[in-house]
Protein backbone atom coordinates (compact mmCIF):
# COMPACT_ATOMS: atom_id res chain seq x y z
CA UNK A 1 0.00 0.00 0.00
CA UNK A 2 1.04 3.64 -0.38
CA UNK A 3 3.26 5.33 2.46
CA UNK A 4 2.32 8.56 3.55
CA UNK A 5 4.85 10.80 5.54
CA UNK A 6 3.20 13.12 7.44
CA UNK A 7 5.18 16.99 8.70
CA UNK A 8 3.21 18.68 11.82
CA UNK A 9 4.78 19.54 14.75
CA UNK A 10 1.46 18.95 16.54
CA UNK A 11 1.60 15.43 17.57
CA UNK A 12 -2.63 15.30 18.29
CA UNK A 13 -2.72 16.31 14.28
CA UNK A 14 0.33 13.39 13.22
CA UNK A 15 -1.35 10.95 15.44
CA UNK A 16 -5.22 11.41 13.99
CA UNK A 17 -3.96 11.27 10.39
CA UNK A 18 -2.25 8.13 11.29
CA UNK A 19 -4.87 6.24 12.36
CA UNK A 20 -7.29 7.86 10.05
CA UNK A 21 -5.19 6.98 7.04
CA UNK A 22 -4.10 3.47 8.41
CA UNK A 23 -7.52 2.14 9.07
CA UNK A 24 -8.06 3.37 5.00
CA UNK A 25 -5.07 0.56 4.59
CA UNK A 26 -1.95 3.31 3.98
CA UNK A 27 1.37 3.19 5.78
CA UNK A 28 2.07 6.28 7.37
CA UNK A 29 5.43 7.57 8.48
CA UNK A 30 5.70 11.02 10.89
CA UNK A 31 7.90 13.58 11.40
CA UNK A 32 7.74 16.10 13.74
CA UNK A 33 9.99 18.86 12.31
CA UNK A 34 11.83 19.68 8.31
CA UNK A 35 14.92 17.78 9.61
CA UNK A 36 13.13 15.01 10.31
CA UNK A 37 11.29 14.87 7.31
CA UNK A 38 14.11 14.66 5.23
CA UNK A 39 16.44 11.96 7.23
CA UNK A 40 13.44 9.94 7.23
CA UNK A 41 13.46 10.76 2.88
CA UNK A 42 16.78 9.98 2.68
CA UNK A 43 15.92 6.20 4.74
CA UNK A 44 12.46 5.37 3.79
CA UNK A 45 10.50 5.18 -0.28
CA UNK A 46 7.21 7.68 0.39
CA UNK A 47 4.77 8.01 -2.01
CA UNK A 48 3.26 11.85 -1.13
CA UNK A 49 3.76 13.97 1.82
CA UNK A 50 1.01 16.05 3.89
CA UNK A 51 2.96 18.34 4.91
CA UNK A 52 2.33 21.56 7.67
CA UNK A 53 3.94 25.12 7.17
CA UNK A 54 4.68 26.35 10.23
CA UNK A 55 7.31 23.94 11.74
CA UNK A 56 10.01 24.74 14.13
CA UNK A 57 13.12 24.56 12.51
CA UNK A 58 11.91 25.60 8.97
CA UNK A 59 8.92 26.57 7.03
CA UNK A 60 6.94 24.21 5.06
CA UNK A 61 7.66 26.10 2.19
CA UNK A 62 11.29 25.96 1.92
CA UNK A 63 10.93 22.24 2.72
CA UNK A 64 8.86 22.09 0.23
CA UNK A 65 11.44 23.52 -2.26
CA UNK A 66 14.34 21.37 -0.55
CA UNK A 67 12.37 18.54 -1.09
CA UNK A 68 11.69 19.02 -4.69
CA UNK A 69 15.38 19.92 -5.51
CA UNK A 70 15.81 15.76 -5.61
CA UNK A 71 12.57 14.22 -5.78
CA UNK A 72 8.87 14.79 -7.63
CA UNK A 73 6.83 13.17 -4.85
CA UNK A 74 3.25 14.65 -4.27
CA UNK A 75 3.12 17.24 -1.95
CA UNK A 76 -0.39 18.45 -0.47
CA UNK A 77 0.13 21.36 2.32
CA UNK A 78 -1.97 21.00 4.90
CA UNK A 79 -2.54 24.64 7.08
CA UNK A 80 -3.96 26.79 9.06
CA UNK A 81 -2.68 29.70 6.90
CA UNK A 82 -6.11 30.17 4.62
CA UNK A 83 -5.14 33.15 2.75
CA UNK A 84 -5.34 33.23 -0.54
CA UNK A 85 -1.79 34.56 -0.64
CA UNK A 86 -0.24 31.77 1.13
CA UNK A 87 -2.22 29.28 -1.16
CA UNK A 88 -0.92 30.89 -4.19
CA UNK A 89 2.54 30.47 -2.59
CA UNK A 90 1.98 27.31 -1.51
CA UNK A 91 1.32 26.06 -5.52
CA UNK A 92 4.50 28.24 -6.80
CA UNK A 93 6.49 25.76 -4.42
CA UNK A 94 5.43 23.14 -6.28
CA UNK A 95 2.91 21.74 -4.25
CA UNK A 96 0.16 19.31 -5.38
CA UNK A 97 -2.56 20.70 -3.11
CA UNK A 98 -3.47 22.74 -0.56
CA UNK A 99 -5.76 22.19 2.30
CA UNK A 100 -6.62 24.57 4.97
CA UNK A 101 -7.15 23.74 8.84
CA UNK A 102 -9.67 22.95 10.18
CA UNK A 103 -10.53 20.24 7.51
CA UNK A 104 -12.14 17.42 6.47
CA UNK A 105 -10.18 13.95 7.31
CA UNK A 106 -12.55 12.30 4.13
CA UNK A 107 -11.94 15.35 1.39
CA UNK A 108 -8.29 14.85 2.53
CA UNK A 109 -8.28 11.28 2.04
CA UNK A 110 -10.45 11.80 -1.38
CA UNK A 111 -7.20 14.38 -2.43
CA UNK A 112 -4.48 11.94 -1.43
CA UNK A 113 -6.36 9.21 -3.29
CA UNK A 114 -6.68 10.92 -6.32
CA UNK A 115 -3.29 12.39 -6.84
CA UNK A 116 -2.02 8.85 -6.00
CA UNK A 117 -4.38 7.61 -8.85
CA UNK A 118 -3.00 10.33 -10.99
CA UNK A 119 0.72 9.43 -10.33
CA UNK A 120 0.26 5.30 -10.95
CA UNK A 121 2.29 3.93 -13.54
CA UNK A 122 0.05 3.32 -16.58
CA UNK A 123 0.33 -0.04 -18.69
CA UNK A 124 3.59 -0.53 -20.24
CA UNK A 125 2.08 -0.50 -24.00
CA UNK A 126 1.01 2.99 -23.09
CA UNK A 127 4.23 3.75 -21.12
CA UNK A 128 6.18 6.29 -23.26
CA UNK A 129 4.94 9.34 -25.18
CA UNK A 130 7.44 10.55 -28.20
CA UNK A 131 7.61 13.87 -29.92
CA UNK A 132 10.97 14.72 -32.31
CA UNK A 133 13.59 14.15 -29.52
CA UNK A 134 11.45 14.31 -26.43
CA UNK A 135 10.97 10.67 -25.13
CA UNK A 136 8.57 10.86 -22.16
CA UNK A 137 8.76 7.79 -19.93
CA UNK A 138 5.28 7.45 -17.27
CA UNK A 139 6.20 4.75 -15.55
CA UNK A 140 9.63 6.16 -13.91
CA UNK A 141 7.91 9.88 -14.43
CA UNK A 142 11.37 10.12 -16.67
CA UNK A 143 12.17 12.51 -19.61
CA UNK A 144 14.88 12.47 -22.26
CA UNK A 145 15.77 15.51 -24.62
CA UNK A 146 17.79 13.94 -27.65
CA UNK A 147 18.68 11.13 -25.50
CA UNK A 148 19.65 13.49 -22.40
CA UNK A 149 17.69 12.76 -19.16
CA UNK A 150 16.25 16.39 -18.12
CA UNK A 151 14.60 16.80 -14.49
CA UNK A 152 11.13 17.79 -14.55
CA UNK A 153 9.34 19.32 -11.23
CA UNK A 154 5.51 17.27 -10.90
CA UNK A 155 3.29 20.28 -12.94
CA UNK A 156 6.72 20.78 -16.00
CA UNK A 157 5.92 16.76 -16.44
CA UNK A 158 2.41 16.62 -16.15
CA UNK A 159 2.23 19.35 -18.46
CA UNK A 160 4.23 17.91 -21.41
CA UNK A 161 2.75 14.60 -20.77
CA UNK A 162 -0.51 16.62 -21.38
CA UNK A 163 0.90 18.92 -24.64
CA UNK A 164 1.56 15.68 -25.55
CA UNK A 165 -1.14 13.22 -25.30
CA UNK A 166 -2.71 16.10 -27.21
CA UNK A 167 -0.24 17.18 -29.70
CA UNK A 168 -1.89 19.39 -32.39
CA UNK A 169 -4.69 20.42 -29.74
CA UNK A 170 -5.25 23.86 -27.98
CA UNK A 171 -5.36 22.87 -24.14
CA UNK A 172 -6.62 26.48 -22.54
CA UNK A 173 -5.71 27.55 -19.48
CA UNK A 174 -8.39 26.25 -17.50
CA UNK A 175 -8.52 23.00 -18.71
CA UNK A 176 -4.99 22.48 -17.74
CA UNK A 177 -5.56 23.92 -14.25
CA UNK A 178 -8.92 21.83 -14.08
CA UNK A 179 -6.86 18.41 -14.97
CA UNK A 180 -3.34 19.49 -13.31
CA UNK A 181 -3.60 21.78 -10.41
CA UNK A 182 -7.20 20.53 -9.50
CA UNK A 183 -10.95 21.53 -10.11
CA UNK A 184 -10.82 23.40 -6.35
CA UNK A 185 -7.21 25.28 -7.09
CA UNK A 186 -8.45 29.07 -6.28
CA UNK A 187 -4.84 30.72 -7.76
CA UNK A 188 -4.12 32.73 -10.80
CA UNK A 189 -4.54 31.12 -14.13
CA UNK A 190 -1.20 32.56 -14.53
CA UNK A 191 0.30 29.66 -12.66
CA UNK A 192 0.00 27.98 -16.45
CA UNK A 193 2.16 30.72 -18.01
CA UNK A 194 4.98 30.43 -15.68
CA UNK A 195 5.17 26.90 -15.97
CA UNK A 196 5.07 27.19 -19.29
CA UNK A 197 7.51 29.10 -19.49
CA UNK A 198 9.95 26.95 -17.33
CA UNK A 199 9.03 24.04 -19.17
CA UNK A 200 10.02 26.02 -22.26
CA UNK A 201 13.30 26.63 -20.55
CA UNK A 202 14.13 22.90 -20.24
CA UNK A 203 13.34 21.65 -23.83
CA UNK A 204 16.00 22.90 -25.73
CA UNK A 205 15.65 22.54 -29.53
CA UNK A 206 12.00 21.98 -28.98
CA UNK A 207 10.85 24.90 -26.82
CA UNK A 208 9.54 26.66 -30.21
CA UNK A 209 7.06 23.62 -30.77
CA UNK A 210 5.01 24.83 -27.70
CA UNK A 211 2.82 27.64 -29.17
CA UNK A 212 1.03 29.95 -27.28
CA UNK A 213 -2.39 30.56 -28.41
CA UNK A 214 -3.25 34.09 -27.09
CA UNK A 215 -6.15 34.33 -24.91
CA UNK A 216 -6.79 30.49 -24.98
CA UNK A 217 -3.87 28.77 -23.91
CA UNK A 218 -1.36 26.17 -25.44
CA UNK A 219 -0.49 23.26 -27.89
CA UNK A 220 2.35 21.45 -29.13
CA UNK A 221 2.72 21.11 -32.94
CA UNK A 222 5.36 20.58 -35.43
Known amino acids: MPTVLIVDDEQKIREFLSLFL ?3 KYTTLEAASG ?3 LDLLEREPVDLIVLDIMLPDISGFELCGQIRERSAVPIIFLSALSS ?6 GYRTECDDYVTKP ?5 LLAKIHR ?3 RCTPLEKTDDVLRFHGIVLEMSSRRVLIDGVPTPMTPKEFELLQALMKNKGRVLTRSS ?4 IWGYYFTGDSRVVDNHIKKLRSKLGPYACNIKTVVSVGYKLEE
Open 22 to 24: RAE
Open 35 to 37: KDA
Open 84 to 89: EEYQIL
Open 103 to 107: FSAPI
Open 115 to 117: ILQ
Open 176 to 179: LLES
